[in-house]
């Protein structure tokens, strides 16, 4: 029979520093019980298991920021129109959690009616690279109306496929007095 254990670990060297490995022994046996035949390796793991923890790190400060702005802020594929991301003011915002606006075309967010000056908006977005709009309405899952100032950016990210993104964020509701049922 042959078997294979392998973990991680980690340990010091002789000068003090501390290292992660991973490691991995394959055993070779004949007759059920005699060892015929060892076979380790041993791999030092600590720079990937560093830049790893380092991304973690940076992706809940990226998290944090954004949960805790003011203004309602979502990422949109510029090329598709889907939402990449939300914050959590957006949530209270659309009556949405973030699971149900994530994948959804930006025009969902909008009046039916209104739908086709959002797309028209959202591409003049692209081409110039960021506009600050007039104020917009938001249908809410109650069917409310929320009227909202918008301001976005066209972010070019590195290593990115699909091409840019568009980052909105307005203050929430423009003028809450405006705020109306339909």
């Known amino acids: 029979w042959t078997g294979v254990v392998a973990g991680e670990g980690g340990m010091r060297d002789e000068w003090g520093k501390y290292g992660l490995f991973g490691w991995g022994v394959h055993a070779q046996c004949e007759g059920g019980s005699h060892i015929v035949g060892l076979t380790g390796v041993w791999r030092d793991i600590t720079a990937q298991q560093r830049a790893f923890m380092a991304l973690q790190a940076s992706e809940e400060k990226y998290r944090r920021r954004i949960d805790l702005a003011n203004d309602a802020i979502l990422v949109i594929d510029a090329e598709s129109g889907l939402l990449l991301d939300a914050n959590l003011r957006l949530e209270e915002l659309t009556g949405r959690s973030r699971e149900e ?80 049922q339909q």
Do not use: C
């Open 101 to 180: 606006l994530v994948g959804q075309h930006f025009t969902s967010l909008y009046p039916e009616r209104m739908r086709n000056t959002h797309e028209s908006l959202f591409q003049e977005m692209v081409r110039k690279g960021g506009v600050i709009s007039k104020e917009l309405w938001i249908r809410r899952t109650d069917g409310q109306l929320v009227p909202v100032a918008n301001s976005a950016s066209v972010l070019e990210l590195r290593g990115r496929r699909g091409g840019p993104q568009i980052m909105l964020s307005g203050p929430g509701p423009a003028n809450p007095a405006r705020t109306r």
